[in-house]
Nanobody, 117 residues
Framework: VQLQASGGGLVQAGGSLRLSCAASGLTFSMYAMGWFRQAPGKQRELVAAIHTGGTTNYVDSVKGRFTVSRVNAENTVYLQMNNLKPEDTAVYYC????????????WGQGTQVTVSS
C-alpha cells in the first residue's frame, strides 16, 4: 500500500499549485482521502478531505481558495490551490482513511509547498 504525493514547489503569493496523490495497493474508492499540512513548529492540520461519496470538507483558512477532488478510475486525489498565501507554506501530506474507520492510517511522503511574499 502506497501513497505518492507530488506537485509541490516554490510559488509567489497569489499563485497556484496543484498537488496530486496517487494511491496503489488499496481499493481507492473505499477510502476517504485527506490533505494535511505541517508548517515548522506547528502541528499537522487537516486542510481538505474528500469522502467516498464525494463530499468535501475544508479548514476555514483555505475555503474558497483550495479545491479537493478525486478520480477513482485513476486512484488519484488532487488539491488545487489558488491565491496562495505565505501562510500556506508547509509540507503537504495526503492520507487515506478506510470508510468504516475514523483514523487516517495510510500516509504519503509529503511534498513541500513554499509561498514567497
Amino acid at each position: 500500500v502506497q501513497l505518492q504525493a507530488s506537485g509541490g514547489g516554490l510559488v509567489q503569493a497569489g499563485g497556484s499549485l496543484r498537488l496530486s496523490c496517487a494511491a496503489s495497493g488499496l481499493t481507492f474508492s473505499m477510502y476517504a482521502m485527506g490533505w494535511f499540512r505541517q508548517a515548522p513548529g506547528k502541528q499537522r492540520e487537516l486542510v481538505a478531505a474528500i469522502h467516498t461519496g464525494g463530499t468535501t470538507n475544508y479548514v476555514d483558512s483555505v475555503k474558497g481558495r483550495f479545491t479537493v477532488s478525486r478520480v477513482n478510475a485513476e486512484n488519484t486525489v488532487y488539491l488545487q490551490m489558488n491565491n496562495l498565501k505565505p501562510e500556506d507554506t508547509a509540507v503537504y501530506y495526503c492520507g487515506a482513511r478506510y470508510v468504516t474507520t475514523s483514523r487516517y492510517a495510510i500516509w504519503g511522503q509529503g511534498t513541500q509547498v513554499t509561498v514567497s511574499s
